[in-house]
């Protein structure tokens, strides 16, 4: 159980372009999921909390209009890239929960999302 | 505020060797304490966690860590290393609300050899 998935598993785009990234909690409901990026060799960076059927909480420095965060179910969650350019070229990781209603206190990840902007 | 500091960004040992994977960790609030490891690019995989309770917490893949408050430790051992726990390992923290977001250490890169 507490599967997360995320779409597509890699992508490759021009500049300029936008993309969106899929995060879905398949077996459980999430009212909270987080998205993170990952550059080599480095640790986890949270860009943002996402919660369903509300505003996502953006952390400092992250730029909410070029990362945009839609969660408008208890299993997906949105990330759409904007404008796309090289230096966003990176991993992207979601995770979710704790499972709405269940309690507990663990969250679940995503296999990653790898990123190149051309 | 919350912090992670895990000591050593790379971390050697022989296949069937003792591993020790340090994290010190800063909270105002009792903390929970997480360790994930991660294959290359891929997700993170928990394997433990110390919410509350008993301070010795054993996880997947014959890993173990114990909770010291006194010393704001965390650290992740294992008896006899695999070639397959070669892998990035990495400590977290969150507050004890639920759905707190976590925090991350910088990550240790555990190398196994033959």
Redo the contacts between chains.
């Keep these: 159980g507490a599967v997360v998935s995320q779409h597509p598993s890699w992508v490759i785009c021009k500049s300029g372009t936008s993309v969106k990234i899929e995060c879905r909690s398949l077996d459980f409901q999430a009212t909270t999921m987080f998205w993170y990026r990952q550059f080599p060799k480095q640790s986890l960076m949270l860009m943002a909390t996402s919660n369903e059927g509300s505003k996502a909480t953006y952390e400092q420095g992250v730029e909410k209009d070029k990362f945009l965060i839609n969660h408008a179910s208890l299993t997906l969650s949105t990330l759409t890239v904007t404008s796309a350019h090289p230096e966003d070229s990176s991993f992207y990781i979601c995770s979710a929960g704790p499972p709405a209603g269940a309690g507990g206190d663990t969250q679940y990840f995503g296999p990653g999302t790898r990123l190149t902007v051309l | 505020a919350q912090s992670v500091t895990q000591l050593g960004s790379h971390v050697s040992v022989s296949e069937g060797a003792l591993v020790l994977l340090r994290c010190n960790y800063s909270s105002s609030v009792p903390p ?1 304490l ?1 360790w ?1 490891v991660q294959y290359p ?6 394997l433990l ?1 110390y ?1 509350t309770g008993a301070t010795l917490v054993k996880g997947i893949n014959g890993f173990e860590a114990e909770f010291k408050k006194s010393e704001t430790s965390f650290h992740l051992t294992k008896p006899s290393a695999h070639m397959s726990d070669a892998a990035e390992y ?1 400590c977290a923290v ?1 507050g004890g609300d ?2 707190g ?7 240790t ?1 555990l190398s196994v050899k033959p």
């Design positions: 929970y997480f994930y690019n891929q997700g993170l995989q928990l966690k919410t990495f969150r639920q759905g977001k976590l925090i991350f250490g910088q990550g890169e």
